[in-house]
């Protein structure tokens, strides 16, 4: 099927549109600012919720996804997602548990996450979290070090992106050099389901210095 077919049979192109950042992250991040300027360069809006919840040292996937699905999709207004990193892989589930997702813009999704660490680095991190129960994380929203609780790993290991069956349309943008969660992931993901393009990029998990190129692909596939 092709993209125009996709697009056509579900109609996201009369979505209203939300950005979900990633892990450790918030509204006003580099990708967040830049969809928010090119949405208003076409009078459209996008709005770009912050998913840190009320204390982010007990946050989990769970939660994350609780809250947007209660506060925007549970109403059925058709909603196109565009997510990065942890956001993205949120975007996906969201898809999977709301009709009201009609099409699915992903960046570098974190597929995978965290059974399959890319090192033995992060291996040994995830090892060591498991043990201590906390880890300490540079948020960059915030613009400060804080300690997140193992929960955090544990609740995302029960979402497996086997069970994501839902075929909404989707695009994903990924960096071949993606360190953090590579490549591999996103090209698995869409070698067995046809309704989502996946667009390899010369960058690595942040995609920041390809931003100008994620938004003309962004911007044809939803037909802006």
Not at 19 to 40: D, I, M, N, T, V
Not at 175 to 198: F, K, M, N, T, W
């Amino acid at each position: 099927m092709g993209r125009r077919q996709i697009i056509d049979r579900v109609s996201v192109n009369q979505s209203d549109y939300i950005y979900l950042h990633g892990f450790a992250s918030g509204p006003r991040s580099a990708k967040a600012a830049f969809f928010r300027e090119r949405f208003r360069e076409l009078r459209r809006s996008i709005e770009t919720p912050d998913l840190n919840g009320e204390n982010f040292s007990t946050l989990t996937l769970t939660r994350q996804i609780e809250r947007v699905g209660r506060e925007r999709l549970a109403s059925g207004s058709p909603v196109t997602l565009i997510g990065s990193s942890l956001g993205g892989l949120m975007a996906a589930w969201l898809a999977e548990k709301y009709v009201a997702v009609r099409g699915l813009v992903l960046l570098a999704p974190a597929f995978g996450f965290p059974r399959r660490p890319p090192t033995e680095e992060m291996e040994e991190t995830l090892r060591e979290w498991e043990r201590s129960g906390w880890l300490s994380v540079y948020h960059y929203g915030y613009g400060r070090s804080l300690p997140i609780h193992y929960e955090f790993v544990r609740d995302a290991g029960i979402y497996r992106e086997e069970d994501l069956t839902r075929p909404v349309p989707t695009l994903i943008l990924h960096g071949r050099s993606d360190g953090v969660i590579p490549i591999e992931r996103s090209r698995e993901y869409a070698r067995s389901r046809p309704h989502v393009q996946l667009i390899e990029l010369d960058s690595d998990h942040a995609l920041t210095d390809v931003l100008p190129r994620i938004w003309t692909e962004t911007r044809n596939f939803l037909e802006l």
